[in-house]
């Protein structure tokens, strides 16, 4: 069930999610994040499509976004080095706000993909949800209030705990260390 302002302000769009993309990007640049090499392909799905793709990864849940990465590793010839396709698929129909959440969410992701960092679920998750938290930071709404209250009290050992667990991180390191300290787990193939 959608509530008639979240249907009225709901991203329905490809046009209206790229803007909702181009909005998160200042914020996460303004910490150390930088934009993404590869070629990224956002697509709005139901909730069918998402749990279909979700289950190829061996994911599951209340997802609202999914990101799927794939590479290549070219090495000698004349373009060596390593390429990058990446398809962001977000939930069909959710409010601006909480778009801009799960955008901003899965756009570390990628940050993670592309530089092959690997860590449990916990960390990855929770290190996405700071993301997340900090271009909700920014929204004055009551959705914003509550999305970022409902991180804080989940109680998914997996997004709230990870969550709860990078946010401590995050105040004890601030953004630059916490970006170096996740930089080191990179593991190329």
């Not at 990101?67 to 290549?72: F, S």
């Not at 080095?81 to 899965?106: K, M």
């Not at 092959?116 to 929770?126: D, H, L």
Request: proline share 6%; net charge positive; glycine share 8%.
């Amino acid at each position: 069930m959608t509530c008639a302002p979240c249907l009225r302000d709901g991203i329905f769009k490809l046009d209206l999610l790229k803007e909702v993309e181009k909005r998160i990007w200042p914020t996460l640049m303004q910490v150390g994040f930088s934009k993404p090499k590869g070629k990224i392909t956002l697509q709005l799905v139901d909730r069918g499509t998402l749990t279909r793709e979700a289950a190829r990864i061996n994911a599951s849940g209340n997802l609202r976004g999914l990101t799927l990465t794939k590479y290549k590793v070219v090495k000698g010839g004349k373009n060596p080095g390593t390429t990058f396709d990446h398809r962001i698929y977000v939930l069909y129909g959710l409010p601006y706000v909480e778009c801009i959440s799960v955008l901003a969410h899965e756009h570390i992701h990628v940050w993670l993909n592309e530089r092959f960092i690997e860590s449990p679920p916990p960390v990855v998750e929770g290190f996405c949800n700071l993301a997340s938290a900090l271009v909700l930071q920014k929204e004055k709404s009551k959705l914003a209030s509550i999305l970022l209250e409902n991180m804080e009290k989940s109680e998914s050992p997996v997004y709230g705990a990870g969550y709860r667990m990078m946010k401590q991180k995050l105040a004890q390191a601030g953004w630059p260390a916490l970006l170096n300290e996740l930089k080191k787990k990179s593991s190329p193939p």
